[in-house]
């Protein structure tokens, strides 16, 4: 009760900046690639634009435009009639110019939503911008020493100096920057969670590359009794209270884990009379903590102006003009209604697009229930034991969708198809015939079965008197002999059936 009571005298305030880049063949203002080459050198794929060497001149990329109109539509956000573009000036290391080339009081987008589930619950936050930027560098900490880099790379908190690679460079970025709507960091993670599903579903984001998603993350925590019933809060209150913003976080589970740190820190140092300061603090994964970097700058301090060699860019009917595909909660709705799924099952098959464009070929083909438990239940299960994801075997779907083919005409009992088929298919990348083939789980005809059932008879009088007796345990040994003798290969609901027959006639 004393640790509840605690926590409801103040409570955390907080709001993301989140940095998504966007899938474009090249960088957002040259023509070098942002696809990394295999055994990549650092420095090699950059260019005097993207370097910001003098007398170099940068060209707005159109798919960097398209992808971000796209991410605003999705998010239901205003897009105005022109935007601009603005230096943003600062001195690091991984920013060549001095300045980045971003959006100020012009942004792509303004005034935008997303839902989300959370603990049961449906919640909004609101976005106040999403505009579009280039990526600076990247930075690699590194210790002194004799080791490969791999080994001696470490947190800048532990770092005897600094790589520097400007490969990634000009890579095209959106900036979505939230209100401080989240009350907790579980939010924040059903959040980043629901975005990068979006995000996914239009196309203009890969999760699986390096650095896709990064969270700047800024808490404060304010006294409990000043926040409404409707969550608001006022902007005094928000002024008065110092925050820190949290860098270096690159996943959901991150951000949940650096911003309940947070939190606890924050909560710590003011019961014990301290007061926050506002300030920059580094995530460090590894150890689940936080570390003062440099004191937080104010907005005045990146002195914002035009960018001189972009002129406008007039966007507000490129709005009408580029669509969208089905998002994830229209697509999930119209599972439920379309194929006759529970919640449950919806769900899983539409939090990613892969699986949910797989799950409606086969249900095109096959009974929707039936493709829901395998693509859902069967196939998701195998590949997330194995760590992988639908995108690791799109190259043989078909050969997923023959398994479920052969289980539907009962050529395979469901039960070997699960247990060995896929597997075996998943393990050593056979297709289901040759696995079905060589483990002889072709499915036993009646008359096996039928000679089958009454050898268990005829062998196991004991477990035939148990059952007389009223034990219906022995009617699932009965059927143990059964499947044993067949190899598996019976269905285990025709056994029990034709058991329980010739037991009771």
Wanted: proline share 5%; aromatic share 6%; charged share 35%.
């Amino acid at each position: 009760m004393a640790r509840a009571a605690e926590r409801a005298d103040l409570e955390p305030v907080i709001g993301l900046e989140v940095h998504v880049q966007l899938e474009t063949d090249t960088k957002v203002f040259c023509g070098c690639s942002t696809e990394p080459a295999e055994d990549e050198a650092p420095n090699t794929r950059v260019c005097p634009v993207c370097l910001g060497l003098p007398g170099s001149l940068p060209v707005l990329n159109e798919a960097a435009v398209e992808a971000a109109v796209k991410v605003g539509k999705a998010l239901e956000a205003d897009i105005p009639e022109e935007t601009r573009f603005h230096r943003k000036n600062y001195y690091y290391p991984d920013l060549p110019k001095n300045f980045q080339i971003t959006q100020y009081d012009a942004p792509l987008c303004a005034d935008g939503r997303l839902e989300f589930s959370t603990e049961g619950e449906r919640r909004t936050v609101n976005v106040r911008r999403a505009h579009l930027e280039e990526d600076p560098g990247s930075l690699r900490h590194v210790r002194e020493g004799t080791e490969s880099i791999d080994v001696r790379t470490t947190s800048v908190d532990r770092a005897d100096y600094t790589l520097i690679d400007y490969n990634r460079a000009g890579t095209p970025l959106m900036e979505v920057v939230t209100e401080p709507d989240f009350r907790d960091p579980g939010e924040v993670r059903a959040f980043l969670e629901k975005l990068e599903e979006v995000l996914e579903y239009l196309g203009v984001f890969d999760a699986s590359r390096d650095g896709s998603l990064r969270i700047d993350a800024n808490l404060s925590m304010v006294p409990a009794d000043e926040i409404d019933e409707d969550g608001t809060i006022a902007e005094s209150t928000l002024e008065s209270a110092n925050r820190t913003e949290v860098k270096n976080i690159s996943s959901h589970r991150g951000a949940e884990k650096a911003l309940s740190y947070e939190e606890s820190r924050q909560r710590r140092l003011i019961q014990s009379g301290g007061a926050v300061e506002q300030e920059t603090r580094h995530f460090n994964e590894t150890h689940g903590n936080t570390v003062s970097m440099r004191s937080k700058e104010a907005e005045k301090d990146y002195r914002y102006f035009a960018e001189a060699d972009l002129p406008p860019l007039q966007v507000s009917g490129w709005k009408e003009e580029i669509p969208i595909p089905e998002l994830p909660d229209a697509r999930r709705a119209r599972f439920r209604e379309e194929y006759g799924l529970d919640a449950e099952a919806a769900s899983k098959l539409t939090s990613r697009k892969a699986v949910a464009d797989f799950y409606e070929e086969v249900a095109a083909e096959f009974d929707p229930d039936l493709a829901a438990t395998w693509v859902a239940d069967n196939l998701l299960g195998e590949l997330n034991y194995r760590d992988m994801a639908v995108e690791d075997v799109t190259d043989r779907l078909d050969e997923f969708t023959r398994l479920v083919e052969l289980v539907a005409e009962d050529e395979v009992t469901t039960k070997n198809a699960e247990e060995t088929v896929l597997r075996t298919m998943l393990d050593e990348g056979l297709d289901p015939d040759e696995v079905i083939e060589r483990e002889g789980l072709g499915k036993a005809d009646d008359d096996q079965v039928t000679d089958a059932v009454d050898a268990a008879i005829e062998d196991n009088p004991d477990a035939v008197e148990d059952y007389h007796g009223g034990d219906e345990g022995a009617v699932n040994f009965l059927v143990g002999q059964v499947m044993a003798a067949t190899g598996g290969s019976a269905d285990p609901g025709t056994v029990n059936q034709l058991l329980r027959e010739r037991l009771d006639d």
